[in-house]
């Protein structure tokens, strides 16, 4: 029987696909400027690579060898911006599934000139399972997570012991994971997993000082100047005889 070819799809940027793991994101129908979406339609093709369930060649994909950072949920990709711009040596893959989020970021590397900045769009928990290859990244950003506020929802947080066991698996020894949350019990959540991960040591007592190379953002001065919280979190992957060796994996 011949069906009816269905439409092209409208949506402008790479759709995230069927998957069995509870997502830490919904979709959302954000609003999306003019400007944004001139700039997925222009620009996405140049800076960004296609989900695909095998690993790939970062260094074949920015262009150049340098330690890469991922960073989880870029938001509009001002921070993203900022670093990129403070550390030219490193190369920043941003992985972020908000359309308006990924025009954004797709602007500011076009007007700023920026070469160090890839994008995927799609769910992080899948780049990071079938696109990155285990020991390759020499950081992680995670900032400002989505926190779930409701306890029926806290099984939607990205930071649970599964997803931080398959991300230190991707961390190279000695590479870091820098997490930034502004909700105090899901600060109290990432302490709790990303402490009792084996193969990762915490790099302070507790929480870390906020490191020079992480701008505050807007809404982080405003929420200062109220007297809100931040919580930085920095830990760092160990080297496979020591993970063995530590006494949490007894
Ligand atoms: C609260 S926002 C924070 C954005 C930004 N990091 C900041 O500090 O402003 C969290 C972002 O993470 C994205 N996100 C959540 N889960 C994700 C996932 N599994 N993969 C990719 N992006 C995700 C959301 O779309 C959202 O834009």
Same mark, same amino acid.
């Given at each position: 029987?011949?069906?009816?070819?269905?439409?092209?799809?409208?949506?402008?940027?790479?759709?995230?696909?069927?998957?069995?793991?509870?997502?830490?994101?919904?979709?959302?129908? @954000?609003?999306?400027?003019?400007?944004?979406?001139?700039?997925?339609?222009?620009?996405?093709?140049?800076?960004?690579?296609?989900?695909?369930?095998?690993?790939?060649?970062?260094?074949? @994909?920015?262009?150049?060898?340098?330690?890469?950072?991922?960073?989880?949920?870029?938001?509009?990709?001002?921070?993203?911006?900022?670093?990129?711009?403070?550390?030219?040596?490193?190369?920043?893959?941003?992985?972020?599934?908000?359309?308006?989020?990924?025009?954004?970021?797709?602007?500011?590397?076009?007007?700023?000139?920026?070469?160090?900045?890839?994008?995927?769009?799609?769910?992080?928990?899948?780049?990071?399972?079938?696109?990155?290859?285990?020991?390759?990244?020499?950081?992680?950003?995670?900032?400002?997570?989505?926190?779930?506020?409701?306890?029926?929802?806290?099984?939607?947080?990205?930071?649970?012991?599964?997803?931080?066991?398959?991300?230190?698996?991707?961390?190279?020894?000695?590479?870091?994971?820098?997490?930034?949350?502004?909700?105090?019990?899901?600060?109290?959540?990432?302490?709790?997993?990303?402490?009792?991960?084996?193969?990762?040591?915490?790099?302070?007592?507790?929480?870390?000082?906020?490191?020079?190379?992480?701008?505050?953002?807007?809404?982080?001065?405003?929420?200062?100047?109220?007297?809100?919280?931040?919580?930085?979190?920095?830990?760092?992957?160990?080297?496979?005889?020591?993970?063995?060796?530590?006494?949490?994996?007894?």
């Amino acid at each position: 029987m011949n069906l009816p070819k269905s439409p092209p799809p409208i949506v402008t940027a790479q759709t995230p696909s069927g998957s069995t793991h509870i997502r830490s994101f919904v979709h959302r129908r @954000a609003h999306i400027t003019p400007s944004q979406e001139q700039a997925i339609a222009e620009w996405l093709p140049r800076w960004s690579i296609r989900y695909q369930d095998t690993p790939i060649d970062l260094s074949a @994909a920015f262009g150049r060898t340098a330690p890469v950072i991922l960073e989880i949920g870029f938001g509009m990709g001002e921070t993203t911006q900022k670093i990129a711009q403070a550390r030219p040596g490193d190369n920043f893959l941003g992985v972020e599934v908000f359309n308006a989020g990924v025009g954004a970021l797709l602007k500011r590397i076009h007007e700023s000139g920026l070469d160090n900045i890839r994008i995927i769009q799609h769910d992080a928990v899948e780049v990071l399972r079938d696109m990155i290859a285990p020991g390759s990244l020499a950081g992680v950003h995670i900032y400002f997570p989505d926190p779930w506020p409701k306890k029926r929802h806290h099984k939607r947080r990205l930071i649970q012991p599964a997803f931080v066991a398959l991300l230190s698996s991707r961390m190279a020894p000695g590479a870091y994971l820098h997490c930034a949350t502004d909700w105090e019990h899901y600060a109290q959540q990432m302490l709790e997993v990303l402490s009792a991960e084996p193969s990762l040591q915490n790099t302070c007592a507790d929480y870390a000082p906020r490191p020079d190379y992480r701008p505050l953002t807007k809404f982080e001065n405003r929420g200062l100047r109220l007297g809100h919280g931040v919580w930085d979190l920095m830990f760092t992957r160990r080297a496979p005889a020591d993970a063995a060796s530590s006494p949490e994996t007894v």
